[in-house]
Every structure is written in structure tokens, then in C-alpha cells.
């Protein structure tokens, strides 16, 4: 078999496989270029797409690519971007993606936040997904992926992201009616028009526009008329070609209180998430910062504050900024010792370490089972997990490996390591698990 027919028939066994977006997006973009001596060497457009591919679908390829071939295979990915797939000719998406201009003017009634746009979002692992296809609806709204379907947890850049996409949209086609708010504004402007009995008006207003950007619909779950409401614009604009770009703090099919309906039409575009930001790109993140406000910090500082705040873009921002402010208000230099000092001061003040006991202690409360069964042997999976928070919480807190064996029942520090990397690993994944562990945090320090 030739090595086009090779990957043609092992894209339609992938095509079958994975879901329809994953397929347009990810998969039908690369192409296998060379396979010598059982090392497939597949070519991807751009790095974004090789990182995604790589590391999400390496064995997928490799088993499928292994049957057709029936050896075993090595693949290798590369970055070719002259790469324009010819079998890919209806696929709306190929042409500039990473450039165009970014729009200056806001439209009316927008409440576009001039912050917000693709130029001060900082690109990286945990969110290049994302970004990618948020600059591919620009070039092509209403085309690419509709509708599209934006989740992950607090600060993380949501908000921001979708708010790019309405600038740059804007910038691209000033003609296009575009409409940004979050999903409360929907609502109170709906229930206004009930009262003011201009409900007409209402359906008409977003009915009629290009573009509806909605921010945080998971707000509407429980609000049966705004769902009703929502089914019906969002129906209109989805058959009329228009875009409709949705965040929520979670995947839709795991949003409570919200009709079956809906839930099917979220998830019939593209569904991506954003995911916390790792080190690299946190350091990027305060990088970018700094020289939005002009202000510059040392690599020892910068690396410093990256590993010490950890949990998302909007807390990590919120500190650079209270280190900057009380710095230029002592005026001191904000280096290494500076920032030391001001977490020193703070961990005094406000958040003293939580114990071992008390991490213990809520662990059990939060999963609402006995102390004895968090610190026993039994395997059952209603207490493997709390057991597996509470490591991963003792370790957050800097406990020893050895130390959160013993506080837990006596177990081999080898068992805790398992049990942080299996959290540590779910918690970037599993976005119910991650607001459990926030709630859990939360309550250490209340
Ligand atoms: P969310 O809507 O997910 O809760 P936001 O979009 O409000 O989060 O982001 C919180 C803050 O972090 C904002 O000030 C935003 O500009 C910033 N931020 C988030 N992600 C990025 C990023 N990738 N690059 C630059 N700034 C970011
Ligand atoms: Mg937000």
C-alpha cells in the first residue's frame, strides 16, 4: 500500500474514532509523510497542532496506523507549515490564521473590555487549544466551529478570551453586529422585557445579530424561561449561520439544572477548555504583565512568584500587583528578597499553615465519611479518593512525604506519591473534582 492510501484509509478508521470537531481540527491537518524502518514521520501545519496531536492522540495513530501496517511503529511528529491538506478543500479554515488586525473600535453597547484582546493574551500549554480555535472563528465566524464552547475554572482567562474574539472581530468585519455579555445580563434583560412588555424587542435585538458572545451560561441553570428563551435565539442565529461563542466554569453536560435541549446544542460545535497555567507560562504570563504596566522584575523574582502562586492567571496578576503597588509605595526595588518579604509578612498575617489535623478533618467532613475509613486499607473507591485529596493537600501544604505516610494510617511514602501525581493529574482534567478540592481549601482557611 502507498503511503497515501495508508493514511487516507487510516484517517477514515480515526474519522470514526474521535468526534467530529477533534477530527476537522486536529486530526485531518496532518499528514503522514514518511514511514521508513517502522518510524512514521507525520507532518503537522503549525506547533500548536503538533503539541495537541502528540500528546492526546499519540496512541490512538499508533494503534490504528500499527493495524494497517501490522508491525509496530514509532511515530515521529513535525511542524511543516507549508502543510495545506488538498483532501481537505471544503475546510473553510486554511489561510492566515495568526495574523489580522485587531480591532479598535468597540461597537455600540458592548461592554468589550479594551484589555481583552489576543494581543495581551499570553499563548501556552494549558490554553493553545483554545486560542487556536478562538482565532480560527475570527477568520471565519459562523463557519469554523459553531457554536463554540469555551470551559475551565476561575481565572483562568475565559472571559478574556472571549472577549478577543469580539474585538478582533469587530476589527476584522465592522459591519457585523456583535453582542457580548455574561449570561445574567441575558437574563435581567429578559425578565425587564416581561416587565416592561417589550419582549418583542428583546427577541429581536438578539435574534438579528452576527455574533453572540455570552459569558459564564452556566449562570442560567435553574432559570427555566431564560433557558427557553436562550434555545430559541440560539436556534435562530445557529440556522442563520451566525456565531455563537459560550464559557462556562464547566462542561456543558455537567452543568445542574439545565435542559437536556440545550446541553445537546452546546456540545454540537466544538466544547475546549482552559486549563490552570503551568510554570513556563506563568512565567510568561508575569512577564507580560510587568510590561503591560512598565514596570520590570528580575528572573529570580519572576521565577519565585511563578512557583509560588499556583492556582490561576486572575490570583497570580491580583499579586504581582499588590507586590508592585507596595512597592513603589515603600519605594523599594520589587527583587527576590523584596517579594520573600511581602509573602513572609502576608503568611503571618493572613494564611498560617493549615495542620495536618485540620486537612485530615475536612477532607472527612467534605466526602462525609468516617476518619477510620480515610486512614484504613479498605480499596473502595468512596474512600480511595478522599484519601488521595487529603495526600495531595498535606503535599500542597509542604508536608514531607514520609510525614503524610504516617498522619495517614502508616502508608509507604511510595503510595503517597502515586496518590498526589493521580490527584495532581485529575485535578487539571476533571473540573468537578478541582471545585471539590477548591471548596476543601477554602474551608482550611476560613
Ligand atoms: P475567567 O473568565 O476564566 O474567570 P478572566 O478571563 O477574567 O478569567 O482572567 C482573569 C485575569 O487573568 C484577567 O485579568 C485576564 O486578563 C488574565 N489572564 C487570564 N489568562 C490570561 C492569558 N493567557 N494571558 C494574559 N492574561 C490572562
Ligand atoms: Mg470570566
Known sequence: MDKINLWQQTLEELRLIVSKPIFQTLLSQVELISLEKNIATIACPNPYIQSLVESRYYSLIKNTLDQKTKGGNSLVFVVNPGLVKKSNKKDERNGPLFNWKEGGSLGQNNSLNPKYVFSTFVVGNSNNFAHAAAQAIVQKPGVAYNPFFLWGGVGIGKTHLIQAIGHAILGKYPELKIFYCPSETFT?????????????????????????????????????????????????????????????????????????????????????????????????????????????????????????????????????SQILTQASIINEKPDLEFIKKFFGVKSKTQSKKASAKKIIFMVVKHFKIKTADLLGVSRRREYVLPRQVAMYLLREEGEPLVKIGEVLGGRDHTTIIHGVRKITHKFTSDSNLRHEIMLIKQSLYE
Not at 459569558?215 to 433557558?227: M, P, T
Not at 453536560?253 to 456540545?267: A, G, T
Not at 504583565?289 to 519572576?302: G, H, P, S, T, V
Request: glycine residues 4%; hydrophobic residues 40%; contains cysteine.
Open 188 to 320: 435581567n434583560e429578559l425578565v425587564q422585557s416581561l416587565q416592561k412588555k417589550t419582549i418583542s424587542a428583546f427577541k429581536k435585538k438578539f435574534r438579528e445579530l452576527d455574533v453572540l458572545l455570552i459569558d459564564d451560561i452556566q449562570f442560567i441553570a435553574g432559570k427555566e424561561y431564560s433557558q427557553e428563551e436562550f434555545f430559541h435565539t440560539f436556534n435562530t442565529l445557529y440556522l442563520a449561520g451566525k456565531q455563537v461563542v459560550l464559557t462556562s466554569d464547566r462542561r456543558p453536560e455537567e452543568i445542574p439544572q439545565i435542559e437536556e435541549r440545550l446541553i445537546s446544542r452546546f456540545m454540537g460545535g466544538l466544547t475546549v477548555d482552559i486549563q490552570p497555567p503551568d510554570f513556563e507560562m506563568r512565567v510568561a504570563i508575569l512577564k507580560a504583565k510587568c510590561q503591560e504596566k512598565n514596570q520590570e522584575l528580575d528572573e529570580q523574582a519572576l521565577t519565585f512568584l511563578a512557583k509560588t502562586v499556583s492556582s490561576n492567571t486572575r490570583e497570580l496578576e491580583g499579586v504581582l
